[in-house]
């Protein structure tokens, strides 16, 4: 692998663009990254749009499988991300930086067509303990940036807000209602979440109702116990 050529990757806008360097045969395990060393001899790649994080995560999964933070596992089996494993608290992504990293992972290797790294990225996302307001900025990163059909990453986002926002979106109404006003489908998307809870919780009584009112009916349709006949016999 190490005597592959070395590709050069320009990765953000001209004004802060910055290079760095990988291996042709990594890069290579993405669809995207084969499919131009098929297609042109350049060992240049221009990536204006991405993030430098993000591509540095990605380079680090092609090279050993992980990208920091590691899924670690503490002494009693828990698994945690690695950088919470020396922390005595309960540590708080209180901006919604750290669900960002592993956004911008998630949707980089869509992109790439890596999903081994995008379903890692994933398990990391739901690892992390945020706040209201950070839990907004990844869900807006979410919604501009993925498609209305990703369930896989929308879905737990609804999901979330579904059970908590008569309770979180008092800790960032604001935020809360340019939230669902600029993204009339994440609105939906909890709407949808909401109504369906509400429409199992009623399956769910009616049956319990039918089911009672069927012991009910069979109780009264059994026969009383008789009284003993008494004989007429002297």
Same mark, same amino acid.
């Given at each position: 692998?190490?005597?592959?050529?070395?590709?050069?990757?320009? $990765?953000?806008?001209?004004?802060?663009?910055?290079?760095? *360097?990988?291996?042709?045969?990594?890069? @290579?395990? @993405?669809?995207?990254?084969? !499919?131009?060393?098929?297609?042109?001899?350049?060992?240049?790649?221009?990536?204006?749009?991405?993030?430098?994080?993000?591509?540095?995560?990605?380079?680090?999964?092609?090279? *050993?499988?992980?990208?920091?933070?590691? &899924?670690?596992?503490?002494?009693?089996?828990?698994?945690?991300?690695?950088?919470?494993?020396?922390? =005595?608290?309960?540590? &708080?992504?209180?901006?919604? !930086?750290?669900?960002?990293?592993? /956004?911008?992972?998630?949707?980089?290797?869509?992109?790439?067509? $890596?999903?081994?790294?995008?379903?890692? /990225?994933?398990?990391?996302?739901?690892? &992390?303990?945020?706040?209201?307001?950070?839990?907004? /900025?990844?869900?807006?990163?979410?919604?501009?940036?993925?498609?209305?059909?990703? *369930? *896989?990453?929308?879905?737990?986002?609804?999901?979330?807000? /579904?059970?908590?926002?008569? &309770?979180?979106?008092?800790?960032?109404?604001?935020?809360?209602?340019?939230? $669902?006003?600029?993204?009339?489908?994440?609105?939906?998307?909890?709407?949808?979440?909401? #109504?369906?809870?509400?429409?199992?919780?009623?399956?769910?009584?009616?049956?319990?109702?039918?089911?009672?009112?069927?012991?009910?009916? #069979?109780?009264?349709?059994?026969?009383?116990?008789?009284?003993?006949?008494?004989?007429?016999? =002297?």
């Amino acid at each position: 692998h190490l005597k592959s050529p070395v590709v050069t990757l320009l $990765v953000g806008p001209p004004e802060r663009e910055t290079a760095i *360097t990988a291996h042709q045969m990594f890069l @290579s395990r @993405s669809p995207y990254f084969q !499919n131009i060393f098929l297609t042109s001899p350049t060992l240049t790649v221009q990536l204006p749009n991405e993030d430098l994080d993000a591509v540095g995560c990605f380079l680090q999964f092609l090279y *050993t499988g992980e990208y920091f933070p590691r &899924i670690v596992k503490n002494p009693n089996g828990e698994e945690h991300l690695e950088k919470e494993i020396d922390d =005595s608290s309960n540590e &708080i992504d209180e901006d919604g !930086n750290c669900l960002l990293k592993h /956004a911008r992972v998630y949707t980089l290797s869509e992109k790439l067509g $890596v999903l081994e790294l995008k379903h890692l /990225a994933h398990a990391k996302i739901h690892r &992390i303990n945020s706040t209201a307001k950070g839990e907004l /900025a990844y869900a807006r990163y979410v919604y501009t940036n993925t498609s209305r059909e990703d *369930t *896989t990453i929308r879905n737990p986002i609804a999901s979330f807000w /579904a059970h908590r926002s008569h &309770i979180l979106r008092h800790e960032a109404e604001e935020e809360f209602r340019r939230m $669902v006003l600029e993204f009339p489908q994440f609105a939906y998307d909890i709407l949808s979440m909401v #109504l369906d809870q509400k429409e199992k919780s009623n399956k769910d009584k009616g049956k319990d109702d039918r089911e009672d009112g069927e012991s009910k009916a #069979l109780d009264r349709s059994k026969p009383g116990r008789k009284r003993p006949r008494l004989s007429t016999l =002297s």
